[in-house]
């Protein structure tokens, strides 16, 4: 009997997605009237040049933008099952502490590492450095996808 332990959210991720993606449309179809505006209705000293303040929230937004497409394709996959499931005893665990805290084990074979700061927040990275759950010797039930040489942690389950 396994006891869910963690498991990743996504439910905001395609609503965030479409939210900035409209921000980025507006922000252009608006970008003559703001640059009115700006030019000619603000009163300030001192004003940064227009294309550089909207240059860079353009670029905010079309940056979160692909980060919820990533996020959406990751659930996509999810959902559509093509995610690897492992099972057996936590092995080789190393800890290494800097500004951030990376860890790694094997699980039957299967790498994991991940890194406390850099891991996306929507999957397991042990961010909770007092919880007891990675042990040597715990069994343990894991779902996850590869993204490249790394595989991402949706889903993890502890052994009674």
Not at 28 to 49: A, S
Not at 96 to 109: C, H, I, L, P, Y
């Amino acid at each position: 009997m396994y006891e869910l332990y963690f498991q990743s959210d996504f439910s905001g991720t395609r609503l965030g997605f479409y939210f900035s993606l409209v921000c980025s449309v507006l922000l252009i179809l608006c970008c003559p009237k703001i640059k009115y505006w700006y030019e000619n209705k603000l009163q300030f000293e001192k004003k940064v040049n227009f294309w550089f303040g909207f240059l860079f929230v353009f670029g905010f937004f079309v940056m979160q933008s692909l980060s919820f497409y990533g996020l959406a394709l990751k659930s996509n996959d999810i959902d559509s099952g093509d995610y690897s499931t492992v099972e057996g005893t936590i092995e080789d665990i190393q800890l290494v502490e800097r500004n951030s805290r990376e860890e790694a084990f094997t699980v039957d074979g299967v790498r994991f590492k991940y890194n406390d700061y850099g891991t996306e927040n929507s999957f397991f990275a042990n961010r909770k450095h007092d919880s007891d759950t990675i042990q040597e010797g715990r069994v343990v039930k894991i779902s996850f996808l590869r993204e490249g040489n790394e595989n991402l942690i949706f889903e993890l389950s502890v052994k009674k």
